[in-house]
């Protein structure tokens, strides 16, 4: 590991450090959609270790109307921890080659998850994850374009979390209102860039809640941090 490398995981184990709840992390299991490693038999095979990071950002007309709807005598402002999921550390391993399983530890175990992306046909993927605050979530996506190294999906998702008032971190029953479940649904893209010295994901979504009927918006990105030496070369087939 280089030293470039140690200095992301210094970065992200500081931010780790301020954090006590996580959203839903990016989905560690989606890189089975850019891979193009034929794998015989139904073995389990360890693929590699990733960190990654993801936001949902609320619009100020969701929090207007939650406050108004729910009340809080202590703060109108919505927790913003809620919002960020992070892993610091995912393991990510195939069966075969047509299942992706991503482990997350979530942020000191806090908000750890699961994730999986089945591999429908040639092009479609379907992927669920969940943690334990709990939330989770539903995507199916369309490989639209992929080179052997970069590549992009789009699709569309279902979303289930939590939110609550108050930027308190350590906020107890008594110190925050628990709001009811947010679900939303929207469309996402996935993009991926793989180099000599990178492999990140980015994914960029907008969603609507059901309950106000505003605009969610959705980003993330996901990167390598150490990965099982392949033994066949990317392929130069380009794929439409």
């Given at each position: 590991m280089d030293k470039f490398q140690m200095r992301r995981i210094t970065f992200l184990l500081i931010i780790a450090l301020c954090l006590i709840r996580c959203a839903l992390h990016a989905p560690i299991s989606e890189h089975i959609i850019f891979s193009n490693n034929e794998v015989t038999g139904n073995n389990l095979?360890?693929?590699?270790?990733?960190?990654?990071?993801?936001?949902?950002?609320?619009?100020?007309?969701?929090?207007?109307k939650a406050h108004e709807k729910y009340g809080t005598e202590r703060?109108?402002?919505?927790?913003?921890?809620?919002?960020?999921?992070?892993?610091?550390?995912?393991?990510?391993?195939?069966?075969?080659?047509?299942?992706?399983?991503?482990?997350?530890?979530?942020?000191?175990?806090?908000?750890?998850?699961?994730d999986c992306t089945m591999k429908l046909t040639e092009k479609n993927y379907f992927t669920v994850s969940g943690n334990i605050s709990p939330n989770f979530e539903v995507i199916f996506q369309r490989r639209m374009y992929f080179n052997g190294k970069n590549g992009f999906s789009f699709g569309a998702f279902f979303r289930h979390e939590t939110q609550e008032f108050g930027t308190n971190i350590f906020n107890g029953s008594k110190q925050s209102s628990n709001l009811a479940a947010v679900n939303l649904g929207g469309i996402r893209?996935?993009?991926?860039?793989?180099?000599?010295?990178?492999?990140?994901?980015?994914?960029?979504?907008?969603?609507?809640e059901t309950e106000y009927k505003t605009a969610v918006f959705i980003a993330g990105v996901s990167f390598l941090l150490f990965s099982r030496k392949q033994k066949e070369k990317e392929s130069d087939i380009y794929d439409f």
């Open positions: 095979k360890f693929i590699g270790t990733n960190s990654c990071v993801s936001k949902s950002i609320y619009t100020s007309s969701f929090e207007r703060d109108s402002t919505l927790n913003s921890y809620r919002q960020l999921g992070i892993s610091l550390l995912g393991f990510a391993y195939n069966i075969g080659d047509f299942i992706s399983i991503g482990i997350s530890t979530g942020v000191l175990f806090i908000g750890s998850g699961l893209g996935l993009f991926s860039y793989k180099s000599d010295r990178s492999n990140l994901r980015g994914i960029i979504g907008l969603g609507m």
